[in-house]
């Protein structure tokens, strides 16, 4: 079967970039999974975007492995990078604890705010009078 290059492979392949994944695999299944990318024109940073482990093989120190075989990687491929970053949802325990034993520091908080259907509507019927 013949792979066609999604637009992202051929965004990176126009611009120069990389994109790297760590599969740990458990005979025909994908046990625990983890990519990141590097992008030509800021060539000293990598982004980490995506961490996870199927569910019978969590807590048993894979997201660790994954994401440490990931650093070990880039650092073998790209030892321009001086800067790793990633994501971390502070409800998400298991990924603080596993980037925090990694020794990921935290570097800026963003916060997302919601606005429900209904109280949207209710105060432009307040703005409206
Ligand atoms: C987050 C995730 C990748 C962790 O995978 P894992 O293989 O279970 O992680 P590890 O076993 O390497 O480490 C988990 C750590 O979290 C701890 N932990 C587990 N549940 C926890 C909880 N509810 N709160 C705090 N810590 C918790 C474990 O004790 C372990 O601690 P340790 O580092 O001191 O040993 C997995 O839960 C997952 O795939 N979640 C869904 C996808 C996701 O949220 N990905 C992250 C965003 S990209």
């Not at 990694?102 to 009078?129: I, K, M, N, P, S």
Request: overall charge positive; some cysteine.
């Amino acid at each position: 079967m013949r792979c066609l290059p999604s637009a992202w492979y051929r965004e990176l392949d126009t611009r120069g970039g990389e994109h790297y994944l760590i599969l740990l695999n458990a005979e025909d299944e994908v046990a625990a999974v983890c990519d990141a990318n590097w992008d030509a024109r800021v060539p000293e940073r990598v982004h980490q975007s995506f961490t996870a482990v199927a569910a019978p093989w969590r807590v048993q120190g894979l997201a660790k492995a994954a994401k440490a075989a990931m650093l070990l990687l880039v650092r073998a491929r790209r030892p321009e990078v001086t800067t790793f970053t990633t994501y971390n949802a502070q409800s998400n325990g298991p990924m603080l604890s596993t980037n925090h034993r990694l020794g990921f520091c935290l570097h800026r908080e963003e916060c997302t705010y919601q606005l429900g259907r209904d109280a949207l509507g209710a105060f432009l019927r307040r703005a409206a009078v």
